[in-house]
């Protein structure tokens, strides 16, 4: 294997870890905080009629978060130097800080208020990175796309949910 093959896949599996590892730490950690608190907490709250089962947001998640990891790694691989780039992924990964940041708040503090206070911003944050995305990569936009609409059904969730207990 020559040397330029190899160090082509070393910076290919660089990108991808890049991409991977804190889309998985975020996911990793809302789960940390959630799953204790789905019972009792959680199910003791008053939830609008729309609120789906608890076995949605699984399958859900994992599609959002697939599309988030392949969106960031779509960026990540353009030439460093590329305008906007930086931004971009400043975007993205404080996005992705800011949706581990709501479990903590909504489950871990057991308070949509606090919640509410979080899932916001990050839907602004979302927007933000979708648009700066759009510049380098229209499919890494794209794939950030239901993302946006899923955190946009959270957001009127919290703010139900908050309603409906406070």
């Known amino acids: 294997m020559t040397t330029a093959i190899r160090s082509g896949f070393g910076r290919s599996l660089s990108l991808a870890l890049a991409a991977i590892l804190p889309v998985v730490a975020a996911s990793l950690a809302g789960q940390y905080v959630t799953f204790p608190n789905l019972t009792p907490w959680y199910a003791s709250l008053a939830k609008p009629s729309f609120n ?3 076995a949605v947001f699984g399958p859900v998640w994992t599609v959002l978060y697939i ?7 779509r960026i990540l691989r353009l030439p460093p130097f590329m305008r906007h ?12 800080g800011l949706n ?11 308070s949509p208020l606090l919640g509410l206070v979080v899932i916001i911003p990050l839907l602004a944050m979302i927007v933000a990175t979708i648009a700066t995305f759009r510049r380098l990569d229209a499919v890494a936009a794209w794939c950030l796309v239901p993302y946006l609409a899923w955190v946009s ?11 409906l207990n406070a």
């Open 52 to 54: 789906p089962p608890n």
């Open 67 to 73: 599309l988030m990891a392949f969106a960031a790694w």
């Open 85 to 96: 780039r930086r931004m971009a992924l400043a975007l993205f990964y404080g996005q992705l």
């Open 100 to 110: 581990a940041l709501w479990s903590f708040a909504f489950f871990g503090a057991h």
């Open 153 to 163: 059904f959270a957001t009127v969730l919290n703010a139900s949910v908050w309603w």
